[in-house]
T-cell receptor, first 109, second 112 residues
Framework: EDQVTQSPEALRLQEGESSSLNCSYT??????LFWYRQDPGKGPEFLFT???AGEEKEKERLKATLTKKESFLHITAPKPEDSATYLC??????????FGQGTRLTINP | KAGVTQTPRYLIKTRGQQVTLSCSPI?????VSWYQQTPGQGLQFLFE???????NKGNFPGRFSGRQFSNSRSEMNVSTLELGDSALYLC???????????FGPGTRLTVT
């Protein structure tokens, strides 16, 4: 069964303090790993898709990387508007998105 | 381009009743997926429809069902509601590219 574990559950940073979120996964036949951002009361917003180990994607202050067992979402010099829950999901051979529990990120000004 | 829309946004039902939720995907998207989100279980996949056919299904009881119309709009139905069905129900649409799904704002269902 495909599984995704995200850590930490919650992270509080000061504005400008860089850090990384972790997503560990087990999947049969990885088709893709996905990062989403979810703000309170809203649906998840698509950020990145990573398809194979070694791949990296960047968007503004966010950078996602992928290895054979985990993915990291690096946040560089975050701003308060980066506060959200970040969700990681994998799709394997069963072609169902399996989500982790998310990391709740708070950036204090 | 308009995003995914879901109606209603909020719903309160009584145990034993049934409910129908509606989703309009992004124009041109043929895939619609439904998810249940709760604080305890997180986001869980319910089912996916593509060109009016159910293409995939999660591990939920038969009380949860769905359908997709020729214009790609989709509905999900939950019969004989239970207290544990209280959740945020999210719809997501895609063009068929694996995993790149775009979510609507969700329908908050409360069962009393």
């Amino acid at each position: 069964e495909d599984q995704v574990t995200q850590s930490p559950e919650a992270l509080r940073l000061q504005e400008g303090e860089s850090s990384s979120l972790n997503c560990s996964y087990t999947v049969s036949g990885l088709r893709g790993l996905f990062w989403y951002r979810q703000d309170p009361g809203k649906g998840p917003e698509f950020l990145f898709t990573l398809y194979s180990a070694g791949e990296e994607k960047e968007k503004e202050r966010l950078k996602a990387t992928l290895t054979k067992k985990e993915s990291f979402l690096h946040i560089t010099a975050p701003k308060p508007e980066d506060s959200a829950t970040y969700l990681c999901a994998v799709m394997g051979g069963a072609q169902k998105l399996v989500f982790g529990q998310g990391t709740r990120l708070t950036i204090n000004p | 381009k308009a995003g995914v829309t879901q109606t209603p946004r909020y719903l309160i039902k009584t145990r034993g009743q049934q409910v129908t939720l509606s989703c309009s995907p992004i124009s041109g998207h043929r895939s619609v997926s439904w998810y249940q989100q709760t604080p305890g279980q997180g986001l869980q996949f319910l089912f996916e429809y593509f060109s009016e056919t159910q293409r995939n299904k999660g591990n939920f009881p038969g009380r949860f069902s769905g359908r997709q119309f020729s214009n790609s709009r989709s509905e999900m139905n939950v019969s004989t509601l239970e207290l544990g069905d209280s959740a945020l129900y999210l719809c997501a649409s895609g063009q068929g590219t694996i995993g790149e799904q775009y979510f609507g704002p969700g329908t908050r269902l409360t069962v009393t």
